[in-house]
DNA sequence: CTACTGGACGACAACGATGTCACCCAGCTA
DNA sequence: TAGCTGGGTGACATCGTTGTCGTCCAGTAG
């Protein structure tokens, strides 16, 4: 920035000025200001910049695993929305590790980001807040804080649920199924209460459920053993769209066409045999909004913590057609 | 710093020693300046290290699209190699636009990241070479740059858009379609050109191709047109998953039961009907490959650019058994 | 006892930008 | 003409770290 100042015969200050496009530069000096940044390739150090307004432009995101299109379609909702304030995307996956997610938010923070927004592994976060009381806004998407009150964006998993069970039981089934992921993950235990309430509600069994295997193999052996019954299991709820796939492999390796609503829609999930009916969930407006609510933090909107609750969506499909 | 360095009765200077890990302070003084350290619940400021070492310990990966499940697969794969250096991934969606793509480039370059990966959208590269030669590296995925010697780590789409006509071939066929994308992405070229040779040396037709629809009802009238003959196309390659998938719908719609095979693999592909054969790529190995590159770049390795070429696997299902 | 060594530590400047405040001067009013 | 105004500009301190270099001192050799 020197070297533009001496060869536009200005001061740095004034450099700066118009890097940052501040008022109050005659439009002479501006160009001649422009005209060396031009020549010498300039660009302003971020770096420095951060430094002496003491936060960066760029959002931390953390997700269990990037590769995973369910994280990685709010990934690129994120991006999208940080792009327009102008701010850049940090990403990394947790991998379900509490103490990689830590490290992960400890280096977004000593990079001074703007803010964060987490989908959060299984532990108690109240070590966050402190970092959220000094004024680093914190976004939780699919999954609340534990032990923080902050704001939040989550699927309504429990109308979700009811939606597939109600489907299924209006289609004659009564003994219903339900594969979970383990409940240890706040959305695996949601989804599992759910299905004890909806089926409750409609005077099905409850205890079919299975939060458990999550290999062909295994699911295939409880598919077997729910199915030997004289009073059979007659349909399958998947609490996940990797269950839903897996359980799909499970019903083909058994030769079982039970009826299926898995939870979260997945690509092509209507061109497989049978096309699979879904709860969908909407992974992009749950980032969007995530970022929505992370950047009105930043313009210095306050109040309580806002938790954001996205319906969900039946997708009727095959699956549900069946016997 | 200052506090902790006051609290532990110390200098700075020994206080970012211990937080570097530095030789040189006894034991019991970083014991001091650790209990410092934790009572007051400090953290580095990178912004700060950053601009005095003159280097952000961050990569920046610019792909096309974050979603898209090829380029997700190698942001993550990306993410673990820079974890592992203890480096923070930075990445952004150009979605196709060069413009977007100087931008994410000017941004990350503002950030000082210690390099860059990026798969290039169509244009021209040469305004880069006064970074590379700064000292920034950069290595391109997939495609390589134009107008610039860079790293590049790419796949063999030559061999294996020649695996599957041989593959075809060998299975009768003689009359084989080509569905690829706009040739000006570069990869299209290059399986469009492939499959001209690999039909040529085979003594089959090179002349059926497109490079253009990409929605179900363009490609089914294509398919219409194309079997319609009296001597008619009787299989078909398609350039990349996206076109497999809409091309199965296409012959889903109109009901013809031509073999198919893809070029990239893609989730569920073994779970369609028909299950597609397609000739994989590794995009997680493409991801590895180019951050081993990067960071073998930043530990001072000179030398040429280099290009690695990855080969594509073969993996036939059954959409390539039909007549 | 003196001279020397080397390890532990601190003072200070510098990295590149920006906020604050003072300055200058053209153009105005009284 | 003297005094004011206010827009354009610059000097300087500052953000939090780290590289350089000098100081201090305990321990050792002569």
Do not use: C
């Amino acid at each position: 920035m020197v070297d533009v100042a001496k060869r536009a015969a200005v001061s740095v200050k004034t450099v700066s000025r118009v890097v940052n496009g501040e008022e109050g530069v005659r439009p002479d000096t501006k160009a001649r200001v422009d005209e060396a940044i031009r020549q010498l390739g300039f660009r302003r150090n971020d770096s420095a910049s951060d430094l002496r307004r003491g936060r960066a432009e760029g959002i931390g995101l953390i997700v269990e695993n990037m590769s995973d299109p369910f994280y990685s379609v709010i990934g690129a909702a994120v991006e999208r929305v940080a792009r327009l304030q102008r701010h850049l995307l940090l990403m990394g996956s947790a991998e379900g590790s509490a103490e990689r997610e830590r490290d992960l938010t400890g280096a977004f923070l000593s990079r001074r980001v703007a803010g964060l927004i987490v989908v959060p592994a299984i532990e108690d976060h109240h070590w966050l807040a402190a970092e959220l009381a000094a004024g680093t806004p914190v976004v939780f998407v699919d999954r609340p804080a534990s032990g923080l009150s902050a704001d939040a964006v989550l699927t309504d998993n429990d109308a979700g649920v009811r939606s597939a069970v109600e489907h299924l039981a209006a289609r004659g089934h009564r003994n219903i199924g339900f594969l979970g992921d383990n409940p240890e993950f706040w959305t695996a235990g949601q989804r599992l209460a759910a299905f004890g309430s909806a089926t409750a509600a409609l005077g099905l069994r409850s205890d079919l459920t299975a939060m458990g295997p999550h290999e062909v193999e295994g699911i295939a052996a409880l598919v077997e053993t729910w199915t030997r019954d004289s009073d059979p299991v007659t349909a399958l709820v998947t609490g996940n769209n990797r269950l839903s796939v897996t359980a799909l492999r499970a019903l083909r390796r058994v030769g079982k066409r039970l009826a299926l609503v898995g939870f979260d829609d997945f690509e092509l999930a209507d061109m497989v045999e049978p096309a699979v009916t879904v709860v969908a969930q909407d992974p992009a407006a749950m980032g969007e909004q995530a970022a929505h609510l992370l950047f009105r933090r930043l313009a210095g909107e306050g109040g309580p913590a806002r938790t954001v609750v996205l319906p969900t969506r039946l997708v009727v499909r095959d699956s549900s057609h069946l016997v």
